[in-house]
């Protein structure tokens, strides 16, 4: 159980494309997700976090404008990279927390997106 | 502020020998512990969590963590590994009552024949 799907799982683009990546929990229904990138040989740096039916919550640095998240119902959140350039390269992924469970259950991940922006 | 600590970035070991990759954390209040696996190319796999209870928790994969509040650790040890436990393993700290999770800088286990 607890399974999270992301897709697509490698894209490769021109700069300036927009991309959109797709988060979903296949076995129960997330009332929250959160988005990481994670650059090579480093640690996760969450990004956001993503409340169906609400607007996302960005961490400070991150561009809501360049990174936009859509939580539309609780087994899907889409983070769309806007105009994307070669420094948006990167690994990004997502997780899931079971809905209406206590706040200590943890975040089921997706198996990653690897972006590169030619 | 939460913060983890990996202390090694890497660890070799031989096969079928114990390991140990350590983990420190800081915070003023009480926590949930995590230790995440990651794979190449993938995502993360949850090996085991700390929440209360017994400070020594076992996981996945013949894998086990001691919760130790006194030194503000929450180290995983294996006492004998597989080649196939090569991989990123990644600590992690959330607050009770918050979903986030802090990660630390991961440590990369390299087991070799």
């Known amino acids: 159980g607890a399974v999270v799907s992301q897709h697509p799982s490698w894209v490769i683009c021109k700069s300036g494309t927009s991309v959109k990546i797709e988060c979903r929990s296949l076995?129960?229904?997330?009332?929250?997700m959160f988005w990481y990138r994670q650059f090579p040989k480093q640690s996760l740096m969450l990004m956001a976090t993503s409340n169906e039916g609400s607007k996302a919550t960005y961490e400070q640095g991150v561009e809501k404008d360049k990174f936009l998240i859509n939580h539309a119902s609780l087994t899907l959140s889409t983070l769309t990279v806007t105009s994307a350039h070669p420094e948006d390269s990167s690994f990004y992924i997502c997780?899931?927390?079971?809905?209406?469970?206590?706040?200590?259950?943890?975040?089921?991940f997706g198996d990653g997106t690897r972006l590169s922006i030619l | 502020a939460q913060s983890v600590t990996q202390l090694d970035s890497q660890v070799p070991v031989f096969e079928e020998a114990p390991v140990e990759l350590r983990c420190n954390y800081s915070s003023s209040v009480s926590v949930y512990l995590f230790w995440y696996v990651q794979y190449p190319n993938q995502g993360l796999q949850l090996l085991l969590k700390y929440l209360s209870g017994s400070t020594l928790v076992k996981g996945i994969n013949g894998f086990e963590a001691e919760f130790n509040k006194s030194q503000t650790s929450f180290h995983l040890r294996k006492p004998s590994v597989h080649i196939s436990d090569t991989a990123e393993y990644f600590c992690?700290?959330?607050?009770?009552?918050?979903?986030?999770?802090?990660f630390g800088t991961g440590t990369r286990l390299l087991v070799s024949p």
């Open positions: 997780s899931a927390r079971n809905r209406g469970r206590s706040d200590n259950q943890p975040q089921h």
């Open positions: 076995d129960f229904q997330a009332t929250t």
């Open positions: 992690a700290v959330s607050v009770a009552g918050f979903q986030k999770l802090v």
